[in-house]
């Protein structure tokens, strides 16, 4: 999800923000997409859009104790025992400015920064300045590519990394300020130019967190899209996929196909050389399938051919030859299948077998 940030300035930059899988409160963690670099000379002009790479912070603040003034130089931070620490803090105090703070007091990492946030809970009719104290640590990770041909053209790129003691400045960029005194470590600010980043006005650690990581990616996106940039190559030539053509295996196909087809011509000839059809008229094809229709008697004049079929039912039929009384001729006929048990008890029917040599003549006589 993209958020398009308050400031005209990161508009040019996709942000969106998303919680950590880590379960420690206020534990955030914000990503930017960096820009393309420009096809001209011009960092403003013309952008190709996003790119492949992407930079992450994420920051972690304690549960907030309540403080409170102790004197110019210091706090009194709240245990939870009923006892009060003193700490150190040269920064401004405010009625309703959140104040921030960042410095390198305790080594979180290489690329990790301290910052303290110290938000006033009192409203301005109390006689007492009351306060949220957080503690937290910032981390600027490092710029990542989320595919391999994306990592490629990253690698190619000159100074493509934010260098460690850069990615610490980044990551405490809410905080630094105004120089501490008196051997404090810490600067301070309170970003007045900004409201999201002035009152905080649902206290809490991810609250805090969130608003610090923000700011880094901020920081990096102006840095990004105002700062310098380097001409880097596209993507490189990649190998497609490649296919292994074996020649005879080809060539004995396409010589086979019309082979296989010469061959299924010649058998079909061959085979329908043995139908008793003269020619394909409707009165010859009457002629020879009358004796399967005899069932039909003088009915069926209107039916049409379908229906014909469903009255007749499944029958199976059959060529038959058979000789004609006394002249020695014979006689093509189709019959049912059921009757080629008549040749073997010595009729004239010979059904499914060789033709004999002889006169074939019209029907028999009666």
Known sequence: MCEDPTEEAFKADCLYFTRTGVTAPGDWQSMAYLLDYPVDSNPRQTFAGTSHRSVGSHASCDMPKKATVFNDTALLIAQGNGTWTPLLWNGPKSWNITTWAAGVEDFCGPRCTNVRVLVPTSDSHATDEEYEFYRCNSTVD????????????????????????????????????????????????????????????????????????????????????????????????????????????????????????????????????????????????????????????????ILSGDEIADHAGDVRLCYGVRRMGGSGGYYIDVIYQAERIEHQRGTAWRPGQAMPEGLYDGPETK
């Open 142 to 301: 490092e710029i990542s590519t989320p595919n391999y041909q994306a990592q490629e053209t990253f690698e190619s790129a000159p100074d493509k990394q934010i260098p460690d003691s850069v990615a610490q400045v980044f990551a405490g960029a809410i905080g630094w300020g105004e120089q501490g005194f008196d051997g404090d470590p810490f600067l301070y600010t309170q970003n007045t130019q900004s409201q999201t980043f002035v009152t905080v006005t649902h206290n809490s650690s991810e609250e805090i967190g969130r608003l610090i990581s923000l700011f880094s990616m901020f920081s990096i996106a102006v840095m990004d899209y105002t700062g310098a940039r380097t001409n880097v190559t596209g993507y490189p030539p990649r190998m497609l996929q490649t296919l292994d053509v074996q020649w005879f295996w080809v060539n004995l196909a396409l010589m086979g196909l019309p082979v296989a087809q010469l061959l299924m011509v010649i058998i079909i000839a061959v085979l329908s050389t043995r139908a008793v059809i003269k020619d394909t008229t409707f009165i010859a094809a009457a002629q020879l399938l009358k004796p399967a229709l005899d069932d039909l008697g003088s009915q069926g004049s």
